[in-house]
Nanobody, 123 residues
Framework: QVQLVESGGGSVQAGGSLRLSCAAS????????MGWFRQAPGNEREFVAA????????YYADSVKGRFTISIDNAKNTVYLQMNSLKPEDTAVYYC????????????????WGQGTQVTVSS
């Protein structure tokens, strides 16, 4: 059973930074890549960023391009999301997920999910 555990969430003022981590219990065996999604109260879960385990491919939502960076440490089975220049609209629960077959940008394309970590950005 693959387990994904997020950490690094917290409260920060606008303009600040946070780094989220997602530790996988194993190299998610045959998963192709990992993604980050977020869900704000009353909103649907939305795609934030994705990366292949090779690190060769990355994708970002337009809303976070230039501010967020996704990276991967294969030795530690860990995916990171560095979030800079945070805005109040970035406030949400952030989830990491594993995609077994590709590098999707839709929820249904992901097969395993973490429990989420809260990020709160105050103005």
């Amino acid at each position: 059973q693959v387990q994904l555990v997020e950490s690094g969430g917290g409260s920060v003022q606008a303009g600040g930074s946070l780094r989220l981590s997602c530790a996988a219990s194993e190299r998610t065996f045959s998963s192709y890549g990992m993604g980050w999604f977020r869900q704000a109260p009353g909103n649907e879960r939305e795609f934030v960023a994705a990366i292949s385990w090779s690190g060769g491919s990355t994708y970002y939502a337009d809303s976070v391009k230039g501010r967020f960076t996704i990276s991967i440490d294969n030795a530690k089975n860990t995916v990171y999301l560095q979030m800079n220049s945070l805005k109040p609209e970035d406030t949400a629960v952030y989830y990491c997920a594993a995609d077994l077959y590709g590098l999707g940008q839709k929820q249904y394309e992901y097969d395993y999910w973490g429990q989420g970590t809260q990020v709160t950005v105050s103005s």
